[in-house]
């Protein structure tokens, strides 16, 4: 088995499956920060910090000979973030909230090597039909929303939801595939390499 090219400082099965379907070996090595916006801090500020303390996190942690790569991925209604539902009552407002209506998925991707440091953003538009009551409540019974950003895996149940997507779906997944390729070649890394 060939020796791993980064750390991922994360513990979202979806990112560890993303990585694996490019061809990244990687090792998981999950950070634990505070996640909570700044007053006044815009979504894109917001998802660019979170990624980088991630990394940052995990490099401080690690035995610091391979790059550290973090990540983080929000939904945004009308310029606020919807982070993970506190419980039922807070998955369904979002999903009534999201209901018929076009929302953004923020995905940041940092990498982090020693001093050398780099971070990209994806922005996703996201459009959904309507979802009623009945819907939403069935979807929240079946698990999906309860650790999801928004309350919805658009990967999963949730994709039913989807009407129109302009962007990445992998970033809307947890990954930005095409701009995670780009950062790692940057610290010479090149998943095709092998």
């Not at 995905?107 to 953003?121: K, M, N, Q």
């Amino acid at each position: 088995m060939s020796a791993p090219q980064l750390l991922l400082a994360s513990q979202s099965p979806r990112r560890a499956e993303l990585l694996t379907q490019i061809g990244v070996r990687y090792v998981v090595a999950p950070a634990d920060i505070e996640e909570r916006v700044q007053p006044g801090e815009a979504p894109a500020d917001y998802a660019r910090r979170i990624a980088l303390a991630k990394a940052h996190a995990g490099w401080q942690a690690s035995d610091r000979r391979l790059p550290v790569l973090g990540a983080d991925t929000d939904v945004v209604l009308d310029g606020r973030i919807l982070g993970k539902p506190a419980g039922r009552d807070d998955a369904l407002a979002m999903l009534a909230a999201l209901s018929d209506r076009e929302h953004e998925v923020y995905s940041s991707v940092a990498l982090v090597s020693g001093a050398r440091e780099a971070v990209t953003l994806s922005i996703t538009r996201v459009v959904f039909g309507p979802i009623s009551p009945a819907q939403a409540t069935a979807y929240w019974a079946s698990g999906e929303p309860a650790d999801k950003a928004g309350a919805y895996g658009i990967q999963g149940l949730g994709a039913q939801f989807v009407r129109e997507i302009h962007g990445s779906y992998s970033g809307v997944v947890g990954l930005p595939l095409y701009e995670t390729c780009a950062l790692l070649k940057q610290f010479a890394i090149d998943p095709l390499s092998g």
